[in-house]
């Protein structure tokens, strides 16, 4: 069961990423959100500089978190690229509203944190971060230490995406933020 969570937090992240925030260029933070930044400066693909940050996270995680986290992570971090790559490269875009598309995007990725977090595994983005700092000092919230580096990845992108797809990433990190906290209040997860 363990493992089709990760998958299942997996497939809303990168739906979510794919489908609904990367086509309507909403900065929200993540590996996501800074591959979106890094990518539009370099002139290189999205999924491609998120795939080597992925790697560079998952290093991360098995040296700060552990074998037990590295096996979940391992299987996030494949599902990751493999379904992001695979949605990206298709295109579409669910919802055309730029707002319900920022908020359905950070309930589906709050939820999908949860998923893999609450089955000792990261999602192999900024949570890995959040997930380091709370194992050094368990007081750090992962919900909003999440939140914090999301917050600075969305400033970087008013230089290249404007003020309104800024207000949208706060949007986004602020309710994907909330979702991950109440679900790991709900499920008792720290």
Avoid at 39 to 53: C, E, G
Avoid at 135 to 148: E, L, M, T, Y
């Amino acid at each position: 069961m363990r493992y089709v969570k990760i998958i299942l937090g997996n497939i809303l992240i990168t739906s979510a990423y794919a489908f609904l925030t990367v086509p309507h260029e909403i900065v929200n933070g993540g590996v996501t959100g800074f591959s979106m930044i890094a990518a539009s400066f370099l002139h290189a693909d999205t999924a491609l500089i998120a795939n080597v940050l992925t790697l560079l996270l998952l290093a991360l995680c098995y040296i700060f978190l552990g074998k037990d986290y590295f096996k979940g992570t391992i299987i996030s971090g494949i599902c990751y690229m493999v379904f992001f790559t695979a949605f990206h490269s298709l295109g579409i875009s669910f919802i055309s509203n730029r707002l319900i598309a920022a908020l359905a995007a950070a309930l589906m990725v709050g939820a999908g944190y949860y998923l893999c977090i609450s089955q000792h595994a990261t999602a192999i983005s900024f949570d890995t971060i959040a997930l380091v700092l709370n194992r050094k000092n368990p007081a750090i919230n992962v919900a909003g230490a999440i939140f914090c580096i999301n917050m600075l990845v969305i400033l970087l992108g008013v230089f290249r995406y404007g003020m309104w797809a800024v207000l949208l990433g706060a949007a986004f990190s602020g309710v994907q933020a909330f979702t991950l906290n109440l679900l790991q209040k709900m499920g008792g997860v720290n």
